[in-house]
């Protein structure tokens, strides 16, 4: 059974770090991602990672704050998050899939990811 168990998550002030966990089980993924819901707001692509070559992609919106790593050991990949602004605040999806999102220039797009963990809240307070 594949599983996506994310961890890390919870209420911090502006200027603070967090860093997000995402464990997969069952399977092996050529593409790791993060997106983010915010309340009344669309699913966002927040960063992936492709597992074969390590190349990632980070949304404009939290560059040069954000950084996605992996862990090939653990089969986990880790959203490291600095300098939190309160329009961060947003529940946290892991997002994985078998086919390299990142070659097909289509890993912003939420529908090509198969596999979904449960999300984790952030919230930052001003």
């Known amino acids: 059974q594949v599983q996506l168990v994310e961890s890390g998550g919870g209420l911090v002030q502006t200027g603070a770090s967090l860093r997000l966990s995402c464990a997969a089980s069952?399977?092996?993924?050529?593409?790791m991602g993060w997106f983010r819901q915010a309340p009344g707001k669309e699913r966002e692509f927040v960063a992936c990672?492709?597992?074969?070559?390590?190349?990632?992609r980070v949304a404009d919106s939290v560059k040069g704050r954000f950084t996605i790593v992996r862990d090939s050991a653990k089969n986990t990949v880790y959203l490291q998050m600095n300098s939190l602004k309160p329009e961060d605040t947003a529940v946290y999806y892991c997002?994985?899939?078998?086919?390299?999102?990142?070659?097909?220039?289509?890993?912003?797009?939420?529908?090509?990811?198969?596999?979904w963990g449960q999300g984790t809240q952030v919230t930052v307070s001003s």
């Open positions: 990672i492709s597992w074969s070559d390590t190349s990632t």
């Open positions: 069952g399977r092996t993924f050529n593409t």
């Open positions: 997002a994985a899939d078998s086919r390299p999102l990142i070659y097909y220039g289509v890993y912003y797009r939420d529908n090509y990811y198969d596999y």
